[in-house]
């Protein structure tokens, strides 16, 4: 993480206050939410005994049968378009049964779905004395104490008559007429009573012929007929308090009364920020607002969980937004008891502005005020952050500079006349750089150095040893003759490959470019590469294309001289080598030579291209002398052709990696 967003973070401590003081609001916002909570459940429960003090018609505690108010008649022809304003509120007594009850001024119509999964089942007409046991419907119509059964049965689509199967009963008509249509699942069926003859308990009954204990073996389900009563609104509205909306339900949530009306209060005076309020008071006021739980006008029955709740029997309180920004409805249900029975519940809703006026005041003020210290205080730290950034990139990057050229060139740092800790940090590595610089000098001309030196000394020792092959020595001292001739050869070994670098050295500054096909220069190499690299398993592989390259062949081939050499001494009898060309982009290539032997030690991979360093160990080839010149070779080569090297473990070996964008064209 950088020195700026450091800071940053820092500047976020002045976020503590703030925070503080916004649990310090939510905390009088949800005190002041508990104390509208209960007022409002204390309503809802004094409204319960007024409803039962007054005598109103309260529903049930069973199951209904609701009918929903038509606005214009329904024409009996089987057709669904009519039934569609109340499609979604269809009931389904059994799986695979729809049953769909609605009125106007002059009928009450039904519609019965029957999805038995046949397209013809047992069908025959309701007057033939079979009919009881192939497929039909049977209702069961109920006002007071007095009660009709019918038998509803066709053999197919068109006009169908209900067929009584009780004696005459005063009030209950004689006869239903309707229409039957068969589908491919089943039949659908639509009849329609007069108001003046309509039940007000209603039992339906579907029987099966192909399944006879399905439905229930067709035994008619009683049910008393529900809907949204005038006089019992009437008196919820003359009960409910200003400003509140009373919806009461029966025992399955169906409403069977509202009075009342949800009023917006107006705000004293407008706020200055209405779409902040409106964020904070999402955020604030009903942080946990499902928009499910809504409860539209219009709507004909209620399901939210809270009213669930309710009709089991436990009161509930919820809070979501209002239809005008800025206001909150809280919505209370608590469960209808009337004389000990639950029968169903009572919904409330209040809404309100003063309650998020007042939070949203309060946290407003905290808000902008906190905004305003933090900008401040931030804008003033990143500043300061942006200036200690700069001084230390720039100390950075004469570092990173002075360290691609070995510290001799920029041992002179920025900052070094600064009077703070960088301008201290910054003598410091002046000074370490000054060091390492004269250290890597010595290092650079070092095996030049020792490579005359050693010359004149060793051809002396070298004639003497000659000498003494001609002398007469004993026995005894010819062991210790051959040793000195081998140590002499070693120390030639040494001396000549001290040279060869120094030559390289000298090879490579003064070495001239041109145009050539890397391919080929990678080709021809691995081909001399295979008889050296016997019994090991060596592969080459090179692009199909040309691979252009500005640069010096022969030093690129020197190079992969020493990778290859590094890569065999690493490498066991049984192992592989790989070397691979691969074009980049324009001019440039890339060089991978692959093996595989042990790991690379991590301390040391940052140093493996620098002069008379060395990593071999027991992996290595025994007896053979190394100074560590061989990589420090690949890395010149590299950087004449601007180029860099580099060293990675693999899951089973070590691959170098030779980057060459190519030598500049003079």
């Known amino acids: 993480m950088t020195l700026r967003r450091k800071l940053l973070l820092v500047a976020l401590s002045t976020l503590a206050l703030p925070w ?8 009088m916002e949800h005190l002041l939410r508990n104390s509208q909570e209960q007022a409002l459940l204390a309503i809802a429960f004094a409204l319960d005994r007024g409803l039962v ?11 209904g049968w609701y009918v929903q108010a038509m606005p214009q008649p329904i024409v009996i022809d089987g057709n669904d378009r009519d039934w569609a304003p109340v499609a979604k509120w269809a009931q389904q007594p059994w799986d695979g049964v729809t049953v ?5 001024a002059a009928w009450l119509y039904m519609r019965i779905h029957v999805d038995d999964g046949s397209e013809t089942g047992s069908r025959i007409d309701a007057h033939d004395p079979a009919a009881i046991e192939a497929d039909h419907v049977v209702l069961e119509l109920a006002r007071g104490n007095r009660q009709r059964s019918y038998l509803i049965a066709s053999a197919g689509s ?31 069926i639509e009849l329609r009573i007069p108001r003046a003859q309509a039940p007000d308990h209603l039992g339906i009954g579907v029987f099966d012929a192909q399944a006879p204990t399905r439905f229930d073996g067709g035994k008619p389900d009683l049910r008393p007929l529900l809907s949204l009563a005038p006089v019992l609104s009437n008196d919820l509205t003359q009960l409910a308090p200003s400003g509140v909306r009373v919806r009461l339900l029966s025992a399955d949530g169906w409403v069977v009364g509202e009075g009342g009306s949800l009023l917006e209060e107006q ?22 607002l499902d928009q499910r739980q809504h409860l539209p006008r219009d709507i004909p029955r209620l399901s939210t969980p809270d009213v669930q709740q309710a009709l089991d029997g436990h009161a509930t309180a919820n809070w979501r937004g209002g239809d ?11 469960p209808l008891d009337a004389r000990g029975q639950k029968r169903g519940a009572l919904v409330l809703e209040q809404s309100s502005q003063a309650l998020p006026l007042l939070t949203n005041r309060a946290l407003l003020g905290l808000v902008l005020a906190s905004i305003a210290v933090l900008v401040i205080a931030g804008a003033v730290l990143f500043a300061f952050a942006t200036w200690l950034s700069l001084r230390i990139g ?4 004469a570092a990173e500079r002075a360290q691609r050229h070995d510290g001799l060139a920029l041992a002179a740092l920025p900052l070094v006349e600064d009077r703070d800790e960088l301008g201290d940090l910054a003598r410091s590595l002046s000074r370490l750089l000054e060091s390492i610089g004269t250290y890597t000098e010595y290092l650079r001309k070092l095996a030049s150095n020792l490579s005359h030196e050693l010359n004149t000394p060793l051809a002396i020792v070298r004639s003497s040893l000659e000498n003494l092959e001609h002398a007469e020595l004993p026995p005894d001292a010819q062991p210790y003759l051959a040793r000195a001739r081998d140590g002499t050869a070693r120390i030639g070994t040494i001396v000549r490959a001290m040279s060869e670098a120094s030559r390289m050295e000298r090879a490579i500054a003064s070495a001239d470019g041109e145009d050539v096909d890397l391919r080929q220069v990678v080709r021809g190499c691995a081909e001399a590469y295979r008889p050296l690299a016997a019994p090991r398993s060596l592969e080459c592989l090179v692009p199909d294309e040309p691979v252009p390259l500005y640069g010096v062949p022969e030093l690129i081939a020197q190079a992969l001289d020493k990778l290859f050499d590094n890569a065999v001494s690493f490498t066991a009898p049984d192992g592989w080598i790989r ?26 991979q940052g140093q493996l291209f620098d002069s008379l360093v060395s990593v071999r160990g027991t992996g290595a080839r025994a007896g053979t002398p190394h100074l560590g010149l061989g990589l420090y070779v690949v890395r010149l080569v590299a950087e004449l052709h601007q180029g860099k090297v580099a060293a990675r473990n693999d899951e089973d070996g070590v691959t170098f990696e030779v980057d060459l964008p190519g030598m500049r064209r003079q």
Not at 20 to 27: E, H, N, P, S
Not at 53 to 63: R, V
Not at 394 to 397: A, N, Q
């Open 267 to 288: 705000a004293p005076q407008p706020a200055r920020f209405p779409w902040l309020q409106q964020v904070l008071s999402d955020l604030l006021v009903v942080p946990t």
């Open 324 to 334: 005008v920004p800025g206001s909150v409805v809280l919505t209370v249900a608590v």
């Open 100 to 104: 769909q009850l609605a009125h106007d």
């Open 158 to 188: 068109g006009v169908v008559l209900a067929r009584p199967l009780d004696a005459r009963v005063h009030g209950l008509p004689d006869q239903i007429s309707g229409q039957w249509l068969t589908d491919g699942k089943g039949y659908r």
């Open 394 to 397: 720039r100390l950075r990057d």
């Open 53 to 63: 003090a007054i005598g109103a018609d309260m529903p049930t505690a069973d199951k």
């Open 20 to 27: 503080a003081g916004w649990l310090y609001v939510r905390q």
């Open 579 to 604: 070397i691979v060309l691969e074009a980049g982009p324009g001019e440039g290539a890339r060089i991978l030579v692959a093996n595989r032997g042990p790991h690379l030690p991590e301390s040391m």
